[in-house]
């Protein structure tokens, strides 16, 4: 696959590896109180949304619970509510931002399945535009997201915001 770098993604790229450990990345970003950083949209009782740093589409994005786990048999009843509860608001908020036509919500469940963090499962929301599969990633592989991920993330957690009545976390 050919990537395209946008100035956005230099530090992502850039920055030092973490270092092998039993927490998953997204164990990490729900312990770090960076979420302007980590690209974290809202926070909620047991599960979180984060844009993708690496995006099929503008403005796709993930719910995970706070409890690693790569098994769905593992997560309470209540988890699993606030896990789609929190899927709704998002994918309200992409509508409200970025007016797609449809969604592709997905779990993958182990790296035959296509999942990239394995050890901690989550809900893909990716949202889709007629005509959406143009040249670039049939021809080229390549997918070409238009707007910074900051400003999208700035944009979605005032949506989200608006939703829940609370406040949207703070830019630094």
Known sequence: MEHLHAPWRIQY?????????????????AQSNDDVGNLVLVRERSCYA?????PYTG?????????QTSNLD?????ELTDLMLLTRRCVNALKKVM?????????NLGRVAGAGVTEHLH??????????????????DTTVVPQALTELAAQLR?????????????SL
Do not use: C
């Open 13 to 29: 790229i850039l920055a030092p590896k973490s270092p092998t450990t039993d927490q998953s990345l997204f164990t990490r970003i």
């Open 50 to 54: 984060l844009l993708n740093s690496y």
């Open 59 to 67: 403005g796709h994005l993930m719910v995970v619970p706070y409890r």
């Open 74 to 78: 593992e997560l309470s009843d209540s």
């Open 99 to 107: 007016k797609p036509d449809g969604f592709n919500l997905g779990i």
């Open 123 to 140: 809900i893909h929301v990716v949202p889709r535009w007629n005509g959406d599969t143009n040249f670039m990633p049939v021809l080229a």
């Open 158 to 170: 005032a949506a989200l915001a608006e939703q829940s009545h609370a406040q949207p976390t703070q």
